[in-house]
């Protein structure tokens, strides 16, 4: 497995306004997933993109990745005070056969203002 | 459908006491892993299990071990507390055809 590392460390916008955060890696990957966790909480999966898919969408959320670059972004959309929490990125390897074992990086805390 | 569970949701521990952590699932998931998450830090891999009878050691194993007797449960165990080991635990379970974890809600360990 190997490690993310999400971009910035903390974010703070006010309501309605667009999120974005960044996520890098090193070795080529199968697939890269998100995750939210809500303070003090379990993480909760959000969007997994496959290394043949360039751009994924789901509600509000924007997920970039460009395998040249070994980079991901994440895009929240009309931001809004529950979207508060922190975003972890997690690269995998292989495909869904090794997701036991994924590493997670430091996150980026996002605070969304009323 | 409860998904992961997890017992106690709070734990204080002296130094050199033991102690299990719970963990179910009832998905019918063959993987299940456990993390620790410290303050400003993301998750870390402890141990891992893909299938009943089969354990095998994440980043950060020493001082727990694990068994997997069923599908639903997979406890870790700590077996001498130290204060190092404060922290949150986190349990998830997945499968191959799905490719993303779901995660307990935690169980928040103090090692005095």
């Known amino acids: 497995s190997q490690q993310g590392e999400e971009d910035p460390q903390a974010l703070s916008i006010q309501e309605g306004e667009n999120a974005t955060m960044n996520c890098s890696y090193k070795t080529s990957i199968n697939n890269l997933q998100w995750y939210r966790q809500n303070s003090g909480r379990g993480l909760v999966h959000l969007i997994l993109i496959r290394s043949n898919e360039r751009e994924k969408h789901s509600g509000r959320l924007r997920v970039t990745l460009d395998t040249s670059k070994k980079s991901s972004s994440l895009l929240i959309t009309a931001s809004r005070a529950a979207d508060t929490a922190s975003y972890f990125c997690a690269p995998s390897l292989n495909s869904g056969g090794s997701n036991y074992k994924l590493t997670f990086g430091k996150g980026t805390l996002l605070t969304v203002n009323p | 459908n409860a998904g992961v569970t997890q017992t106690p949701k709070f734990q204080v521990l002296k130094t050199g006491q033991s102690m299990t952590l719970q963990c179910a699932q009832d998905m019918n998931h063959e993987y299940m892993s456990w993390y620790r998450q410290d303050p400003g830090m993301g998750l870390r891999l402890i141990h891992y299990s893909v299938g009943a009878g089969i354990t095998d050691q994440g980043e950060v194993p020493n001082g727990y071990n694990v068994s997997r007797s069923t599908t639903e449960d997979f406890p870790l165990r700590l077996l001498s507390a130290a204060p190092s080991q404060t922290s949150v635990y986190f349990c998830?379970?997945?499968?191959?055809?799905?490719?993303?974890?779901?995660f307990g809600p935690g169980t928040r360990l103090l090692v005095l």
């Open positions: 998830a379970s997945s499968t191959p055809a799905i490719g993303t974890q779901y």
